[in-house]
Each structure stands twice: as structure tokens, then as C-alpha cells.
């Protein structure tokens, strides 16, 4: 071939290659891929108490649980707990002595106020709880709790509650309402302390809401949990059992007009994971243990979990 003849060949196929070629658009191909997607979203199954539903059910039925009983919070707890669930909360803040306390060492140092962070925390128990003991026994007039609840009714309820406290409208108490599993609106390092009381075992996807939990507190922060758990001693979990799952449900009939929601609510208990498995989770996220990782109350029918994020 002359220079000529393969110069222009040698031009031809330079621009071929340089040609940049749209991708190919196939809009049933996209059709396709959204409906596939779609339905390994269906596919991806949870429980709720029993029942082996679509994770995207889940939400949505746990929240019809909630605006059920909503006005009659405690009192199902009174129920489900003998009573006792008050002196649970009460030790449970104990245990974490919220509050900024004066160093010994450096008595002129600025007060460090804290963030705390209750998740599905709408009735306001634990905050006011919280409030109360950085108040009262610390002396700490500043730090402040965030109350979130995926729910509206439930934090509809803690608003007028705070009514009943020298908190309400105040910026030592905020209402929110978001996903334990997707807190958009709370920073990263952010929160000194995350509580969750009772309300862990209804989340859709628990190591997620774990995940959360620690990117939304500061290193050095407290991760602490209080939740129905595993009996530890046979007769006892017999009786409580036989009181759960044959007096809760009726109970609920009679006094809420709501079997199906109490039946949920003693069901959910039975599917927790059990202490160790919890604790092995709450490892998984990526926080240290102290001791053995949880504090049994009342038998086992409670316990209490904490994790501590890594400075």
C-alpha cells in the first residue's frame, strides 16, 4: 500500500477508536432491573413477634402496634413487666450517672454540658429520668436529652408529659421524629450518651440501628440498652411465660380493646436474641465491652446492655 492510501486508512481508524459511543439505552431492560430489585427488597424477610413478614412490612406494622397503644404506653408496660419496669428505669439511669461532673483536679474548668440521645424514647421516661438525676444529683443544669421516636403518637405523648416537668419547652428537652436505623439529621460524634428502653427488639434491622448508634456518638460515648430478655431460672420463666403469653393478650383485650397488639408486644419479648447474642451484636458494631457485656434484673426478665465507643 502507498504512504498516501495508508495515511488516510490509518485516519479512519484513529476517528473510529476517538468515536465515543452512548451507551445503549433499553428502557424494559431498566423496567427489569427495578422490578428485580424490588423484589429481592420483598424477599428479604423479619419477624414480627411469630410472624415471618417482608422486611418492608415490618415498619408499617410495628407502627400501627405503637399508635395503638400509645395512650396506654406504661400501662401495658405495668402489665407486661408486673410493675416493675419503673425500677428498672430508675436503676438504669443509676447505672449511668448522666451529667457533667466537676474535675477535682481542675475546679475552674468550663462544664462540658452533654448530648444524650433516647431512641424510641416518645413517652419521655428515660429522658426525664436522664434530666433529673444530671439535675439533681449532679448538679448539672445544662446538658440535654434528644427524645426519638419513629412514631408520632408516642412523642405527641411525651410532649404533654413534659408539660407535667420544668423541661417542657425548653432547650434541655428536643423532640424528634426519625428511623433508629437512618438518623440523617444527627451528626457523626456527636451524642455522649445513646439510651434505648424497650424498644430495640420491634427495630426491622437491629445490627443497623447499631451501626447508627455508633457513628452518631462521640469516641468515648455510651451506648446502654434496657430490654426484656432471657429468664435465667426455670421456674421463674415458667410462671412469667404462662403469665405473658395467657394474661398480657387478655388483659390487653379488656383494658385497650387490643389483643393482636399485646400478642405482638409478649411475642416480640419471646424473639429477642438472648443476652449473649445481644452482647456479640453490640461487639459486632464495633464497641468495647465492659465485664460481660449486660446486667440481668428481676431474673433475666430485663437486662441491661452497654458498649462503649473507642476514643
Not at 397503644?69 to 438504669?92: C, E, P, Q
Not at 462544664?111 to 421516661?125: E, F, N, R, V
Request: charged residues 25%; neutral net charge.
Amino acid at each position: 500500500m502507498s504512504s498516501p492510501a495508508l495515511y488516510h486508512t490509518s485516519c479512519r481508524l484513529s476517528k473510529r477508536l476517538l468515536t465515543v459511543r452512548q451507551p445503549y439505552r433499553c428502557l424494559s431492560c431498566s423496567l427489569r432491573l427495578t422490578q428485580s430489585q424490588a423484589k429481592q427488597e420483598d424477599a428479604r424477610t423479619t419477624h414480627f413477634g411469630f410472624e415471618t413478614v417482608p422486611e418492608s412490612a415490618k415498619e408499617s406494622r410495628v407502627g400501627a402496634v405503637f399508635t395503638s397503644v400509645a395512650s396506654s404506653y406504661n400501662t401495658m408496660n405495668d402489665f407486661m413487666s408486673l410493675g416493675i419496669h419503673r425500677l428498672w428505669k430508675d436503676h438504669f439511669v443509676r447505672s449511668l450517672d448522666p451529667g457533667y461532673k466537676p474535675s477535682s483536679s481542675s475546679p475552674n474548668e468550663e462544664p462540658q454540658p452533654w448530648t444524650m440521645l433516647d431512641i424510641a424514647g416518645g413517652t419521655g421516661d428515660i429522658a426525664f429520668r436522664l434530666l433529673d438525676h444530671c439535675t439533681q444529683i449532679n448538679n448539672d443544669h445544662a446538658s440535654r436529652v434528644i427524645v426519638s421516636d419513629i412514631n408520632p403518637q408516642m412523642l405527641s405523648e411525651g410532649r404533654k408529659r413534659s408539660l407535667q416537668t420544668t423541661y417542657a419547652n425548653s432547650k434541655r428537652l428536643e423532640f424528634l421524629e426519625a428511623n433508629a436505623e437512618k438518623l440523617t439529621t444527627v451528626e457523626d460524634n456527636s451524642i455522649d450518651l445513646y439510651t434505648v428502653a424497650f424498644g430495640i427488639r420491634n427495630f426491622t434491622n437491629k445490627s443497623l440501628a447499631l451501626s447508627e448508634a455508633y457513628r452518631v456518638l462521640k469516641p468515648g460515648g455510651v451506648f446502654a440498652c434496657l430490654e426484656f430478655s432471657k429468664v435465667n431460672n426455670r421456674m421463674l420463666d415458667a410462671v412469667y411465660k404462662r403469665w405473658s403469653f395467657g394474661a398480657i393478650p387478655m388483659i390487653g383485650q379488656l383494658v385497650a380493646g387490643d389483643r393482636e397488639s399485646y400478642q405482638y408486644l409478649v411475642e416480640s419479648i419471646e424473639r429477642f436474641p438472648q443476652q449473649e447474642e445481644f452482647r456479640d451484636m453490640i461487639e459486632g458494631a464495633g464497641f468495647l465491652i465492659p465485664g460481660k457485656g449486660w446486667e440481668d434484673l428481676t431474673g433475666g426478665i430485663a437486662s441491661v446492655h452497654k458498649g462503649v465507643k473507642p476514643i
